[in-house]
């Protein structure tokens, strides 16, 4: 029988979120989502010591897994000791891929209570079967930071005392609780011993947690550079697909009633480090970004520093790179299909069609940063190309570089070349879409991505031939109205609605 070393919950905001994954036979695994619900969820969260679930997450939202898929079809009443008590269809059996992977929301270890936002509230522990509350005797900043950090933000901003967020009720867990800041969990701290104290609820222990989601690099505190904090750090968002709806849900998390405007392209100045999310796609109902699908954690096509501009779509213009704090551009010496070649997998395209020269997508300004750049067509990033020097050149605008690039999705086995069976190209490799609730709106988004109007029908079952290796992706869902792709360099902004002016 399993124990609760034998599951885990991987790439969630917080420790009790995640996709879930069991060890079986010498490794780890994912669990598919057929017929995956919260019963299912509650064994997982119960396993792992929680009080039970809140969510079943279902395709892939925590990010796919690699490797076995162990589990299908669990069917789970609720009260199994472990997932593995629970009907399944034997271990490594299935009909899924990791676009399938099943996750939980378990209920966590401490929650905040009574706050007029989720990152504020009165401290509760659960313990022993039962939710109780912190004494304020001792409380301070570093005991509040260690509270914040374990739900995932990245700090406090305040320690509350005296019951401000109102008295709780029922046990008082904690008492004398001493913490250095260092520790993982509240209960990692001194204190004097679960449910002992000399404390009455009017003393009651609060805590305001630093925002998970900030603005950076706006004129006003309003509008920015969206920059979500996980695991431990800062990183940015990837403006691919990036919409109002998406920009609303920031907005509300941040304490604003929406958003007027989305921004693309850095207009904010870009980031640095990671880059944390790739196609966000929020219906703009849900309480935090998190909470829309997305790629995965960490998992992305964008880049910082470089990008195309001027283009008639978005993978072709001239080539800009960033450095030392400014956009410059590119000089047209020695500019060929090699170098055009690293420039479009940088920003996560197949390759090049085209190398452009004397400033064929119009005249930059500014810097020029690089001239007679010379690469073999190995390199990871134009920075890595021979070059003469850092804004060493002797060029104009007039001879600005630019670049073609392969679009990252096509269409295979058609008669023309205007149909075909739909493939993408990602991480690295051509993939195919699979044809669960493939619709009409999803097609005229794909046909718009290649320069068409629109789409006239849509074909499933393999009608263009079968493809291989990678299937990308599944139950894929457009509106009709989505932006034909919108490439890399561009780190999601967003324009917020202040208060006062509603």
Request: negative net charge; glycine residues 16%.
């Amino acid at each position: 029988m399993m124990n609760r070393i034998h599951i885990r919950l991987v790439g969630g905001h917080s420790s009790n979120e995640g996709r879930v994954e069991v060890f079986h036979d010498g490794q780890w695994g994912t669990v598919c989502d057929d017929g995956w619900d919260l019963y299912d969820a509650q064994v997982v969260c119960r396993q792992l010591g929680y009080s039970g679930a809140t969510e079943a997450r279902v395709r892939a939202a925590f990010g796919q897994g690699s490797g076995q898929i162990w589990l299908n079809n669990v069917g789970c009443d609720g009260s199994e000791t472990t997932i593995s008590d629970c009907g399944h269809g034997g271990w490594g059996s299935h009909n899924c891929d990791h676009s399938e992977d099943a996750g939980a929301v378990c209920k966590g270890d401490i929650r905040l209570v009574g706050g007029n936002s989720s990152n504020e509230g009165r401290v509760e522990v659960f313990h022993d079967g039962q939710w109780g509350t912190v004494c304020d005797d001792g409380w301070g900043l570093e005991e509040a930071h260690v509270v914040c950090r374990q739900l995932g933000y990245p700090g406090a901003t305040e320690a509350r005392v005296r019951a401000e967020f109102g008295q709780g009720s029922g046990q008082i867990w904690l008492d004398d609780v001493a913490c250095d800041g260092s520790e993982t969990t509240i209960s990692d701290c001194g204190h004097g011993g679960w449910g002992l104290h000399n404390c009455e609820h009017s003393e009651d222990a609060g805590a305001v947690c630093e925002r998970d989601i900030r603005l950076v690099g706006g004129n006003s505190s309003n509008e920015g550079r969206v920059e979500v904090f996980h695991d431990g750090q800062w990183g940015t968002v990837c403006d691919d697909d990036w919409q109002l709806k998406d920009a609303h849900v920031v907005c509300r998390h941040l304490g604003y009633p929406g958003a007027t405007g989305v921004r693309v392209r850095a207009a904010f100045g870009q980031g640095s480090g990671q880059i944390w999310l790739n196609y966000v796609g929020c219906d703009g109902s849900e309480t935090t970004i998190s909470d829309c699908g997305h790629r995965g954690w960490g998992l992305h096509n964008c880049d910082h520093n470089i990008r195309l501009v001027g283009g008639n779509s978005s993978n072709e213009g001239r080539v800009e790179v960033f450095h030392d704090g400014q956009w410059g551009t590119v000089c047209d010496d020695d500019w060929g299909l090699e170098e055009a070649h690293v420039v479009c997998r940088q920003l996560g395209y197949p390759g090049a069609t085209e190398a452009r020269v004397r400033a064929a997508f119009g005249q930059g300004s500014g810097q020029i940063w690089l001239n007679n750049v010379g690469c073999d067509g190995s390199e990871t990033t134009i920075s890595d190309c021979g070059h003469g020097g850092w804004g060493l050149h002797n060029c104009e605008h007039g001879e600005d570089a630019g670049a073609v690039c392969e679009r990252d999705i096509r269409l295979v086995g058609g008669n023309s070349s205007n149909e075909g069976r739909v493939e993408v190209f990602h991480d690295g490799q051509w993939g195919t879409v699979c044809d669960d609730d493939w619709l009409l709106k999803d097609a005229h988004v794909v046909c718009r991505h290649l320069g068409y109007p629109g789409a006239t029908g849509v074909r499933v079952r393999a009608a263009f031939g079968q493809g291989s290796g990678q299937n990308w992706l599944d139950g894929v869902a457009c509106d009709g109205s989505e932006i034909p792709f919108q490439h890399p360099a561009d780190m999601t902004s967003v324009l917020l609605t202040p208060i006062q002016s509603l």
